[in-house]
């Protein structure tokens, strides 16, 4: 665990930027020991909750938290910051709508399903998007062999990007024809993972299966069993052979290459190039009641995002030293390394660019677009999770129930007068939705502002009026 208290010592040295000469009183107020402190103070909202708890997941993605901590971003916005791995999604969800914890690293999907009581009910918001890109598609090194044949070769002998799930698909129609089930891993029911996973296999022809009203194994008329388990134990369960294959975040598709158990076979940013992945979550009651606390936290992690990024990613290599730590990601620099700093390694040896496999800030990848949660919950109906139809207005109004990016930009016009951020880092003109995307693995483009129009367009999957009832689905 990772404290920044006004009361107690830190365990490790304070940040660079905290020597901006801030201190704080037994009784809670903020001392100033210098004229740029004093600058620095003038900047800072007068916040109602200053000492705060976050929790996340061991994943690379959770890099804004550790950021805003280790540059002093938190401090210099009044916040005294706690952070804490937390065991997995579900515990990291509960304990944020609990207040054991202020806040969290989340999956895109948990602040939606939890607001419209897929799992669980309770209304979470997000005033700030974490990052785009960052998952993969692993399979094990018994698969991938299976697999080879039907890949297309470059003049290389290499295989040719993007694997598209077309050459999984006879493997698993032989896995099934002996009687075998083919096994897969995802982190979370409304997990980005569990909807890539399932958009890739089936886009090559491979039912993922569906969800019910009574069945929520997420495994009816499914060809691939797709089921929970850890980030961090997903080498592990690969390895021991419980599932053939997985979709997670960093580092866990490169530690299964350097591990030499399993082929990462496809990034996410080839399934759909530049998808949102996690966010931010909050309580809709917290935000409410500590509005400036909340500004406060959002402004800080606008400012880590934008230092991960800057200057064509030069900071990267010290960003994966402060992720390797065991107090944040705990992996071995090297494979974080991997993918953080623009490469991708797939068969062991086959490493390739890929520039934006982790993006923090730029293509605006902090601003929480409506039309991202439109998409998420457009998965979830598709897959079963909604189990009834639901108007385009529906999508509409439950999306700008959860993505906040009126505290997001407040922030961000904050930062610009502050002189901490330029006014083209944002996008103050938008109607929160991104024009109609084109750039997924099957060429479907989807409009957020269509959401029902984009159903439509799947083979597999439910449409219109469409409902799961039983082993079977009624129109």
């Known amino acids: 665990m990772t404290t920044q208290s006004p009361t107690k010592s830190r365990p490790f040295a304070i940040p660079r930027r905290a020597a901006l000469g801030l201190m704080a009183a037994a009784a809670g107020g903020l001392f100033l020991a210098s004229a740029s402190a004093t600058a620095a103070r003038a900047d800072m909202l007068d916040v109602e909750k200053p000492e705060l708890k976050f929790g996340f997941i061991k994943l690379t993605d959770m890099a804004p938290l550790a950021i805003a901590y280790e540059k002093g971003y938190f401090l210099e916005e009044g916040l005294f910051v706690t952070l804490e791995p937390q065991a997995n999604w579900k515990v990291l969800l509960d304990r944020v709508i609990s207040g054991e914890l202020d806040g969290a690293h989340m999956l895109a999907g948990q602040p939606l399903g939890a607001t419209i009581g ?15 890109n960052g998952n993969g598609i692993t399979v094990s090194n018994a698969v991938w ?5 039907y890949l297309d070769m470059g003049a290389d002998g290499k295989p040719v990007h993007p694997i598209k799930a077309d050459a999984l698909k006879p493997v698993v129609e032989k896995y099934k024809a002996e009687g075998k089930p083919f096994n897969m ?3 979370f029911p409304v ?12 886009a090559g022809g491979i039912h993922p299966g569906y969800y019910s009203d009574t069945d929520i194994s997420g495994q009816i008329k499914a060809d691939a069993l797709l089921s929970v388990t850890p980030p961090p134990q997903m080498p592990a369960t690969l390895e021991a052979g419980t599932i053939y294959g997985y ?19 496809i990034t996410d940013y080839e399934i759909w190039k530049n998808n949102p992945e996690k966010v931010f979550g909050i309580t809709a009651e917290f935000a409410e009641k500590y ?8 402004k800080a992690l606008i400012r880590a995002a934008m230092w991960l990024d800057e200057n064509n990613n030069a900071n990267r290599a010290e960003a994966v030293e402060i992720l390797s730590r065991p107090e944040y990601v705990g992996a071995d620099a090297e494979v974080i390394a991997n993918s953080m700093t623009g490469t991708f390694e797939y068969e062991k040896g086959d490493k390739r660019p890929v520039p934006d496999f982790n993006v923090f800030f730029r293509y605006y990848a902090t601003y929480p677009y409506y039309s991202d949660a439109v998409w998420y919950l457009s998965q979830m109906r598709r897959w079963g999770q909604i189990g009834d139809y639901k108007a385009d207005s529906w999508y509409d109004e439950t999306a700008k129930k959860v993505y906040r990016p009126d505290i997001y930009l407040k922030a961000a016009r904050m930062l610009v007068e502050e002189g901490k951020a330029k006014e083209a880092d944002f996008p103050w003109d938008t109607d929160g939705y991104r024009a109609p995307q084109a750039e997924f693995i099957d060429g479907v483009v989807f409009d957020g502002h269509k959401p029902n129009d984009y159903l439509t367009k799947f083979q597999i999957g439910l449409k219109d009026h469409q409902k799961v009832v039983g082993a079977d689905i009624t129109e």
């Open 145 to 149: 062999e299976e697999m080879k044949p």
């Open 191 to 202: 997990s980005t993972h569990n909807y890539e996973l399932r958009y890739w296999l089936a």
């Open 247 to 265: 979709c997670v975040g960093e580092p866990w598709n490169q530690q299964a290459v350097f591990k030499g158990i399993g082929v990462p076979v």
């Open 118 to 132: 897929f799992g669980t009910q309770a209304h979470v918001i997000t005033p700030f998007s974490m990052d785009l």
């Open 291 to 298: 509005p400036n606390t909340t500004l406060a936290v959002t």
């Open 185 to 187: 891993g995802m982190v």
